[in-house]
């Protein structure tokens, strides 16, 4: 049984950066596909990005409104993942999930938290002045 952790979250200004990191257990995570979702306050789950697993070239997928702000990266010799956040705004605030799957998805359905058979438990980021 795959399980994840996730660790970083904190009260910032805006202009601030911050990095989050999820472990995995039960599994290397050379071998899961991973994703970061988070969840605004009184609003659905959101896809933020995605990173596929060791021999997909590194392939990373990012939501429109972080593209140029946040970037995935893993690290196989410590099973975990990372999630770069620079430049936060206020509409950053939310709780951010870390997920995996095991399968093989196709590039669009990164973007989908139904993809993903494993979750974190969560950590919050507020950002505020």
């Known amino acids: 049984q795959v399980q994840l952790v996730e660790s970083g979250g904190g009260l910032v200004q805006p202009g601030s950066s911050l990095r989050l990191s999820c472990t995995a257990s039960?599994?290397?995570?050379?071998?899961?596909?991973m994703a970061w979702f988070r969840q605004p306050p009184g609003k659905e789950r959101e896809f933020v990005g995605a990173?596929?697993?060791?021999?997909?070239?590194?392939?990373?997928y990012y939501a429109n409104s972080v593209t140029g702000r946040f970037t995935v990266s893993r690290d196989n010799d410590k099973n975990s993942w990372y999630l770069q956040m620079n430049s936060l705004k206020p509409e950053d605030t939310a709780v951010y999930y870390c997920?995996?799957?095991?399968?093989?998805?196709?590039?669009?359905?990164?973007?989908?938290?139904?993809?993903?058979?494993?979750w974190g438990q969560g950590t919050q980021v507020t950002v505020s002045s």
């Open positions: 997920a995996a799957t095991s399968g093989s998805p196709i590039s669009s359905l990164f973007r989908s938290a139904s993809t993903f058979e494993y």
């Open positions: 039960g599994r290397a995570s050379s071998t899961l596909n």
């Open positions: 990173f596929r697993r060791s021999g997909y070239g590194g392939m990373t």
